[in-house]
């Protein structure tokens, strides 16, 4: 590979419209990217999808693109109507039975599957432990660390089982923050100790499970690094989740288009500082100039040495065998199996079930 697709292979990015248009067809061509990530204003319908990600796949350069989303449930849910969309974490938690979150991952890990998504940014791993959180709430399983590992695991086999990669968040934990990490900066005054034994505790279950990808937090812990948030801190990333917790997977950051981050520094001096820190896919949703500006810049700090080949290297070698385990070998969508899979009979019982079950623990 040449130095620019090396480096692509280490972006996550989004883009406007629900189609591959010239110009996203041509900024695809020279960038190449690892991965992309599609929203709500990418989707129309199940058939929709599938036209759109097997064209995008076609423009894969030297390995199938990492097809990304954000479907947790709830409020947090990408797809449209015609899929089972399942209530939140927290709603989930309420039946009281692990089965039932590996049931609803494995639901929708064949539906994402079906129109070609590979990846599903969830579970959230977060501890609901402060109830003004503005951003988690009951994206969060629970208040308690055990269930949260209990569900977050159970979660992370349904995915897995099914041939979709489980992303946990918010590493090291967004559920004691006070602000909304989108708008501003979280600090959270935390004791290490305290960080070691509540919010960390869901991940370290998770890594031992074999969770294979994760996200950072743009949130500030003080007690882990006095200066950074823990995107940019090579104390967390680096020093902390691959060394005392013994993670191997791929880090994600979270969006560095988010106030936490961009309202601090350039999008390229953002990227170079995350990878610095121990990030091996950096995750751009919205603006094409900031995500050319991202990888430009990445680029030009391996040519300068701020960044060494050997870090290179790491990141590409942990991306490439998670491509190998999930996504190769790479088959297309076929769209006369969608109408079988997508918002199927069997789908819409278990969510009545869990509606119901849930309902009646309330």
């Not at 189609?19 to 996203?24: I, Q, R």
């Not at 129109?115 to 959180?133: C, E, K, Q, R």
């Not at 100790?193 to 890594?207: G, K, N, Q, T, Y």
């Not at 350039?266 to 990878?275: E, F, K, L, P, Q």
């Amino acid at each position: 590979m040449t130095l620019r697709e090396k480096v692509g292979q280490l972006f996550m990015i989004g883009f406007d419209g629900t189609e591959l248009s010239p110009e996203l067809n041509a900024w695809l061509h020279a960038y190449q990217p690892g991965g992309i990530i599609l929203f709500s204003r990418n989707l129309v319908d199940a058939h929709q999808i599938a036209q759109l990600t097997n064209s995008l796949q076609e423009l894969a350069a030297s390995s199938p693109f990492l097809m990304a989303i954000d479907q947790e449930g709830g409020k947090v849910s990408r797809l449209p109507s015609g899929f089972t969309i399942f209530p939140p974490a927290a709603t989930v938690a309420a039946c009281g039975s692990s089965d039932f979150a590996y049931q609803a991952a494995a639901v929708t890990a064949q539906e994402l599957r079906a129109v070609g998504f590979n990846m599903n940014m969830a579970p959230v791993l977060d501890i609901h432990t402060n109830p003004s959180n503005p951003i988690i709430g009951n994206r969060a399983f629970s208040a308690d660390p055990e269930t949260v590992c209990t569900l977050g695991n159970a979660t992370i086999s349904g995915l897995h089982d099914h041939g979709v990669i489980a992303c946990g968040k918010h590493f090291p934990g967004h559920g004691e923050t006070t602000k909304d990490s989108h708008k501003e900066l979280p600090v959270v005054t935390l004791s290490k100790e305290r960080l070691e034994r509540i919010e960390l505790h869901p991940f370290r279950s998770a890594i031992a499970h074999g969770l294979q990808a994760l996200m950072s937090a743009h949130v500030h812990y003080p007690a882990l690094d006095e200066t950074v948030p823990a995107t940019l801190s090579h104390t967390v990333m680096a020093t902390l989740l691959r060394g005392e917790l013994g993670f191997s997977g791929v880090v994600l950051s979270d969006d560095l288009e988010m106030n936490a981050i961009a309202e601090h520094m350039t999008m390229g001096d953002a990227a170079v500082r995350s990878i610095q820190a121990g990030v091996d896919l950096i995750l751009i949703c919205h603006q094409q100039a900031r995500q050319a500006e991202a990888i430009e810049a990445v680029e030009e700090a391996v040519k300068a040495g701020a960044i060494s080949t050997n870090r290179l290297d790491a990141s590409l070698a942990r991306i490439s065998a998670l491509k190998q385990r999930f996504l190769t070998p790479y088959a297309p969508v076929d769209d006369h199996t969608i109408a079988n899979i997508v918002g199927s009979p069997t789908h819409r019982t278990l969510l009545a079930d869990i509606q119901r079950i849930a309902s009646t623990q309330a």
